[in-house]
């Protein structure tokens, strides 16, 4: 292919010298349309990257797809610009592209057997990739510390896997994912319903439901009156560092004649709103997390509840607590019961030192054909301990023997059946939520505030502050604002679609042994439950704050608790996606190629996309503007601009864009160019008003020779070469001044429809933070000027669509007067508080934003 277009370059070189510079105009026109593309891409991701936002994975997986193809693009067209100049560029673009994509490719997917396996074949040898955590816990439990668990089996991951293949579904489940906003709880509802609604239809493959039959017909119970199973969601990745404490789906007391269905609401369970806002900020992606499935058992449990083995409100501490409930145990790790609490020290010796015995107005049971539910409970029952003293030693034995052998505190789901049998259901980490305090004093006792709650127990430590949105009067979750402190009657799963917005929790019933508390823990949001009328203390639309360690809440703001220590939170930081992301920008937006003089300034030291976007421009430009080859001067394509303006500008006519008697002339002059844009955008950049030479003490020839050559290019570099492609209605110019970097792309012709101006702003010499301000400038004025405009970090863009060429001319005028005026602009402007001064000053005819006396550091 090399020497293909080698030969067909030379020849029309040689026989139709034309025709090779119309290739080259139209392989440079497309490389600059691929570079404005990448560099639109290298935004949207550092965007991501550098403000932290929380994304789908499949969003980069797509951003780093396009950006590839875009960067292959900008290499090939430079291979037609220059054949055979570059050779070794594609190698070095294939070679950084596998860097990427090694970290973007889907994760390990295995959709081959085994489809099932045992809960007595595994333990810790097996590997968690194929059970997912909470089954793989049990295993441990049941195999290698020889605990009693209910006999049962999982269904694997590589069961999901192939669950998803057989139905077509992994496209359709990425493109929905990628569309993902989870502050936009609407948006995410919307596509979470999409996807679960696809996975319901779904059929289950033959050779998944023939594994289920064999094990089912080897482990359940069977008979007319036998309880059911407990399908039990174990996605890789549950159980561990990260919970998903009540986001994932459980289907109790399950039929054979359901276990499909239920497979099916189990994987559609991770699609829900939840588990997506919750997978999402903490930066996993979806194949990161398939599902696994564990089927038990069920416990005809006469008596249920949640141990952990370190105290939350004192993690120093040698104290474990039991939470205890009558029947099932989803009434109390939902938030919708109190449970009694056992307190047990586990020094010197395990012994019980406090019983709270809670008033617990229902219990679950099993429903005669299957499925739970709630019974309320007679006033003696309500009030009774549900758990006895022996089995509550006999449990605690139980945990600590657990919290020994995985090496940190565990939070350990059991159950009791009627018998008196007892059961582990689930191990895994605990996340405490808090953090040491040392000798930090947080009883804050002279609090001035009015006291509008003292109840309740602390499920998540730590102190908020913020507006009271009470569920009572507002029930709708999309419309609860930042920083709310939101009060309700129960402690829901689904709050986590909103968690981020929250400054604290407060809620009339509940446990802190729920599943919302273990997110809120995980989430370091201060949560109070069990409070008993918080939702009618505290009015919706009040000022509190909430101490949740103090069990307390106060009216307004209470200064001294939120500048405390005290009020730290446990924020989740350093999440996959984000150590993922790093490695992946720094193959993308490092640069390393800065100064094209430099004999490093070469194919084979591109380290990054960046660097060959870099390369590829520079080079580009270099030869399509041609300013040291001879040859392709003596053809006049590219002319020099001769113009009061201190600047180096060529114009590339490419048909009609000069008059006919400029055409064989080497230097024009603006009276030479026919095309109607460049005469407009110059005549802006020409306006009297603006001082391009008032400043004694900055040349342009002085600073391209001394400050460039200093660390970014030669003064003799074509980088410094301003630049316009013309014909009789079109012109793409490429400004550069100094530091920064301008194009304007602008079509003026008799229909409306099809005009347009695109203009691009992105560089500067100052500081970031300067230079996102004149960003800003820049935004304001060209939102006055009827521009549609979008900015990322210093990076503007803008458009003006379907005017007729009169008013293309006005504006292209104006842009000229705002890039003079605007050059050294991230230099003058020092605070936000002068953007709407200058962009007044601008509108009403003021172009120069210095004095003479101004000493600022003009590196533009």
């Not at 945990?399 to 049998?421: C, H, M, S, V």
Request: one cysteine or more; a negative charge.
């Amino acid at each position: 292919m090399l020497i293909s277009n080698l030969f067909k370059y030379w020849t029309y070189q040689f026989f139709s010298p034309g025709t090779v510079l119309k290739e080259k105009y139209a392989a440079f026109k497309s490389l600059l349309t691929h570079n404005k593309r990448a560099h639109e891409l290298m935004a949207e991701l550092e965007e991501i990257y550098y403000h932290r936002q929380k994304k789908d994975f499949s969003v980069i997986e797509k951003l780093c797809t396009e950006l590839s193809r875009n960067v292959a693009g900008i290499v090939d067209n430079l291979s037609k610009v220059c054949p055979a100049c570059y050779p070794d560029l594609l190698s070095f673009y294939n070679k950084i592209d596998a860097y990427i994509r090694f970290m973007t490719k889907p994760e390990r997917v295995v959709n081959t057997p085994p489809y099932v396996l045992g809960l007595n074949k595994i333990d810790l040898h097996v590997d968690p990739l194929l059970v997912g955590g909470k089954a793989l816990n049990l295993g441990i439990v049941r195999n290698n510390l020889k605990l009693p668990t209910p006999d049962g089996f999982v269904i694997t991951s590589n069961a999901y896997y192939h669950f998803i293949e057989h139905n077509d579904l992994r496209n359709e489940i990425d493109d929905r994912l990628s569309a993902i906003d989870i502050d936009n709880t609407a948006l995410l509802d919307t596509l979470s319903e999409e996807i679960r609604q696809m996975i319901m239809g779904a059929e289950i493959p033959p050779k998944i439901e023939a594994a289920l039959e064999k094990f089912h017909q080897s482990t359940a119970r069977h008979g007319d009156d036998a309880l059911g199973l407990a399908m039990r969601s174990s996605a890789v990745g549950e159980d561990s560092r990260t919970s998903f404490a009540g986001q994932y789906l459980t289907v109790l007391n399950v039929k054979k004649e359901n276990m499909c269905d239920a497979y099916r609401k189990i994987i559609a369970g991770k699609y829900s709103s939840e588990a997506i806002y919750y997978r999402i900020s903490y930066g996993f992606s979806d194949t990161e997390t398939p599902m696994a499935v564990l089927l038990l058992n069920m416990v005809d449990a006469a008596t249920s509840g949640v141990m952990y083995t370190a105290d939350i409100d004192d993690p120093a501490s040698y104290n474990m607590k039991i939470h205890a409930v009558w029947g099932l145990g989803e009434l109390l790790v939902s938030g919708q019961t109190p449970a009694d609490i056992l307190t047990l020290s586990k020094e010197p010796f395990l012994r019980i030192v406090e019983k709270v015995t809670a008033v617990k107005p229902f219990q679950m049971v099993y429903g005669d054909d299957g499925g739970t539910e709630s019974i309320p409970l007679n006033a003696i029952k309500s009030d009774a301990p549900s758990l006895d003293d022996d089995s509550a030693v006999t449990l605690a034995g139980w945990a600590t023997d657990l919290e020994k052998y995985f090496q940190q505190p565990q939070d350990i789901e059991w159950a009791i059946d009627r018998a008196g049998n007892s059961y582990i259901l689930q191990s895994r980490p605990l996340n405490t939520g808090n953090f040491s305090k040392g000798n930090l004093d947080c009883k804050f006792k002279d609090v001035q505030n009015e006291l509008l709650l003292k109840s309740g127990d602390c499920a998540a430590s730590g102190i908020g502050a913020g507006t009271v949105f009470n569920l009572e009067n507002q029930p709708d979750l999309e419309s609860v604002p930042e920083k709310s402190v939101l009060v309700a009657r129960n402690a829901a799963p689904q709050y986590v679609k909103i968690i981020n917005r929250l400054s604290a929790v407060v809620v009339d019933a509940g446990s802190s042994a729920g599943h919302f508390a273990s997110v809120a823990r995980e989430f370091g949001i201060p949560t109070l439950v069990n409070t008993q009328h918080g939702s009618t203390a505290l009015e919706h639309g009040r000022a509190v704050t909430v101490h949740a360690d103090g069990r307390s809440v106060y009216a307004g703001t209470v200064t001294q608790m939120l500048e405390s220590p005290c009020a730290r939170v446990n924020l989740i930081a350093d999440s996959p996606f984000m150590r993922k992301l790093r490695y992946i920008m720094e193959f993308i937006s490092k640069l390393e190629l800065v100064n094209p003089e430099d004999r490093s300034f070469a194919p084979q030291h591109c380290r990054s996309f960046h660097d060959i976007i870099r390369f590829a421009h520079e080079k580009a430009v270099q030869h399509m503007f041609h300013i040291s080859d001879n040859r392709l001067r003596k053809l006049n394509f590219a002319k020099k601009l001769d113009s009061d303006i201190p600047m180096h500008f060529y114009i590339l006519d490419v048909g009609g864009g000069l008059e006919d008697s400029a055409k064989h002339q080497e230097i024009v002059r603006m009276e030479d160019i026919r095309n109607r844009a460049m005469r407009a955008l110059w005549a802006g950049l020409a306006h009297p008003d603006i001082q391009w030479g008032a400043f004694s003490h900055f040349d342009w020839e002085a600073h391209d020779r001394i400050v460039m050559s200093g660390g970014i290019a030669s003064p003799k570099s074509t980088m410094f070469a301003s630049h316009a492609v013309v014909s009789n209605d079109y012109m793409n110019l490429n400004l550069r001044f100094g530091y920064h970097f301008v194009i304007v792309d602008a079509l003026c012709g008799p229909d409306a429809s099809r005009n347009s101006i695109l203009f691009r702003f992105s560089g500067g010499g100052a500081d970031l933070t300067q230079r996102m301000l004149r960003a800003k400038f820049l935004k304001g004025i060209l939102l006055r000027l009827g521009f549609e405009v979008s900015v990322k970090s210093d990076l503007v863009d803008a458009k003006f669509i379907g005017a007729g060429p009169d008013t293309n001319l006005q504006k292209l005028d104006m842009i000229g007067r705002l890039l003079g005026a605007t050059r050294l602009m991230d230099m003058y402007l020092q605070d936000a508080s002068m953007i709407e001064t200058f962009v007044d000053d601008f509108m009403q005819g003021r172009y120069h934003f210095a004095s003479v006396d101004d000493n600022v550091n003009m590196h533009i």
